[in-house]
């Protein structure tokens, strides 16, 4: 199996559009705006493009992941139910029906080139368990190193609302840092990011490279505006944040311009480039940070929320004045400053016992309980940062 380089180190070499063919490992993430067609199902010859400009890369060293939309949209157009509300159910049966029609595609498009995709499945339960994350991790590096081609999509069939990535640019995100990617591509249907929204503003101005995500840009992000797709600038804003944080390259561009791909990585001006900021997470603290749920949450004193915020430090039962919820240790929970949700992490003890040692010294710990495993109620190898007082991250 191929060694990969220290990613940290590589990305930082990355300061702008010319550096972009040191990208070695990307991940495509394709809506359903320009896959599917709302009267003939999928559109091949969009697949067949992609796949003849992926080749290309993938001659040069590239190695590449696609997370695809389209199984849902698929079965909906084999089942006559296109443009009406669906259950549950009904998008669970659509994706069952249109996901091997949209692998056919898929395999087909990339046999003509002598390639072999893989399809990988998943839901957000997938990745919030460490074991089955890491899973996820070796089995694509194990495809990498034969050259197979990944092709993911979330598990629609099985999945609900409490394990659902909400869009696949989240998960395009979440694929991206799995596989320890460099790039994130999102292709979509416009020119990339705009300061305003370009069909209601004719001098809108597309931005080039950002180099980090401020409150404006973020603002700046519209709504959906395809049929099909669930995911608007707003969720790419958000793939982004997680993606680059993670020391994670993203770009949008526009996926109908033939050998955008290509002029991405040959450092054109195409799109709109996001770069990485100093903030970046390890996998552990982005596996905390994004895709685990919260299930309870302790509220801490200004004295231990100035150690957190400031200091680095593990949390103390000292600092805790309140315990909210009903958790086991191990399990994920916030923790509430003066202005909300100020950091996540991994407990140390269960909530029982922590009603029991809150506002006591770590030295009184196994006096209270009869035992003491950790002087800390979250040890700061667990604990993530959040944006203070917004608990940002919460979304994922």
Same mark, same amino acid.
């Given at each position: 199996?191929?060694?990969?380089?220290?990613?940290?180190?590589?990305?930082?070499?990355?300061?702008?559009?010319?550096?972009?063919?040191?990208?070695?490992?990307?991940?495509?993430?394709?809506?359903?705006?320009?896959?599917?067609?709302? @009267?003939?199902?999928?559109?091949? %010859?969009?697949?067949?493009?992609?796949?003849?400009?992926?080749?290309?890369?993938?001659?040069?060293?590239?190695?590449?992941?696609?997370?695809?939309?389209?199984?849902? !949209?698929?079965?909906?157009?084999?089942?006559? #139910?296109?443009?009406?509300?669906?259950?549950?159910?009904?998008?669970? !049966?659509?994706?069952?029906?249109?996901?091997?029609?949209?692998?056919?595609?898929?395999?087909?498009?990339?046999?003509?080139?002598?390639?072999?995709?893989?399809?990988?499945?998943?839901?957000?339960?997938?990745?919030?368990?460490?074991?089955?994350?890491?899973?996820?991790?070796?089995?694509?590096?194990?495809?990498?190193?034969?050259?197979?081609?990944?092709?993911?999509?979330?598990?629609?069939?099985?999945?609900?609302?409490?394990?659902?990535?909400?869009?696949?640019?989240?998960?395009?995100?979440?694929?991206?840092?799995?596989?320890?990617?460099?790039?994130?591509?999102?292709?979509?249907?416009?020119?990339?990011?705009?300061?305003?929204?370009?069909?209601?503003?004719?001098?809108?101005?597309?931005?080039?490279?950002?180099?980090?995500?401020?409150?404006?840009?973020?603002?700046? !992000?519209?709504?959906?505006?395809?049929?099909?797709?669930?995911?608007?600038?707003?969720?790419?804003?958000?793939?982004?944040?997680?993606?680059?944080?993670?020391?994670?390259? /993203?770009?949008?561009?526009?996926?109908?311009?033939?050998?955008?791909?290509? /002029?991405?990585?040959?450092?054109?001006?195409?799109?709109?480039?996001?770069?990485?900021?100093?903030?970046?997470?390890?996998?552990?603290?982005? #596996?905390?940070?994004?895709?685990?749920?919260?299930?309870?949450?302790?509220?801490?004193?200004?004295? !231990?929320?100035?150690?957190?915020?400031?200091?680095?430090?593990?949390?103390?039962?000292?600092?805790?004045?309140?315990? %909210?919820?009903?958790?086991?240790?191990? %399990?994920?929970?916030?923790?509430?400053?003066?202005?909300?949700?100020?950091?996540?992490?991994?407990?140390?003890?269960?909530?029982?016992?922590?009603?029991?040692?809150?506002?006591?010294?770590?030295?009184?710990? @196994?006096?209270?309980?009869?035992?003491?495993?950790?002087?800390?109620?979250?040890?700061?190898?667990?604990?993530?940062?959040?944006?203070?007082?917004?608990?940002?991250?919460?979304?994922?």
């Amino acid at each position: 199996m191929r060694l990969r380089e220290n990613r940290g180190t590589r990305i930082r070499l990355i300061q702008d559009r010319s550096d972009l063919h040191k990208v070695r490992r990307m991940v495509v993430k394709i809506g359903s705006s320009l896959l599917a067609d709302p @009267e003939g199902g999928i559109r091949q %010859e969009v697949i067949d493009a992609l796949a003849d400009e992926l080749q290309q890369l993938m001659q040069r060293g590239m190695e590449v992941a696609v997370v695809t939309s389209g199984a849902v !949209a698929l079965g909906c157009v084999r089942l006559g #139910w296109s443009g009406r509300p669906l259950t549950v159910h009904e998008k669970q !049966a659509a994706a069952a029906i249109g996901q091997p029609k949209l692998m056919r595609a898929y395999g087909n498009a990339f046999a003509r080139h002598g390639r072999i995709v893989a399809q990988m499945l998943l839901t957000k339960d997938d990745l919030r368990h460490r074991r089955r994350y890491l899973n996820a991790s070796n089995t694509s590096e194990t495809l990498f190193s034969a050259g197979v081609i990944p092709i993911v999509n979330e598990n629609d069939t099985v999945v609900v609302e409490e394990i659902k990535f909400g869009d696949n640019d989240s998960l395009g995100a979440l694929v991206s840092l799995v596989i320890d990617a460099d790039l994130l591509v999102m292709l979509t249907d416009v020119d990339g990011m705009f300061d305003k929204h370009p069909a209601e503003h004719a001098d809108a101005q597309c931005f080039d490279v950002v180099p980090h995500l401020t409150a404006d840009i973020i603002r700046a !992000a519209g709504g959906s505006g395809s049929s099909f797709g669930t995911g608007g600038m707003a969720s790419k804003m958000n793939a982004v944040r997680i993606s680059t944080r993670g020391g994670v390259l /993203a770009a949008i561009v526009n996926g109908q311009q033939p050998g955008v791909l290509t /002029a991405l990585l040959n450092g054109e001006q195409v799109g709109t480039l996001f770069l990485c900021g100093s903030d970046r997470r390890s996998k552990r603290q982005h #596996w905390i940070a994004d895709l685990l749920r919260p299930v309870g949450r302790l509220i801490v004193d200004q004295g !231990a929320e100035q150690a957190l915020l400031q200091r680095g430090s593990s949390l103390l039962p000292v600092g805790v004045t309140a315990v %909210e919820g009903v958790f086991d240790k191990g %399990e994920c929970i916030d923790i509430v400053g003066s202005h909300g949700v100020i950091a996540r992490g991994l407990s140390n003890y269960s909530a029982e016992d922590l009603r029991k040692i809150r506002g006591h010294s770590s030295h009184d710990i @196994e006096r209270i309980l009869g035992y003491k495993d950790f002087s800390s109620v979250i040890h700061r190898d667990n604990l993530v940062l959040l944006h203070q007082g917004t608990g940002e991250e919460h979304d994922a």
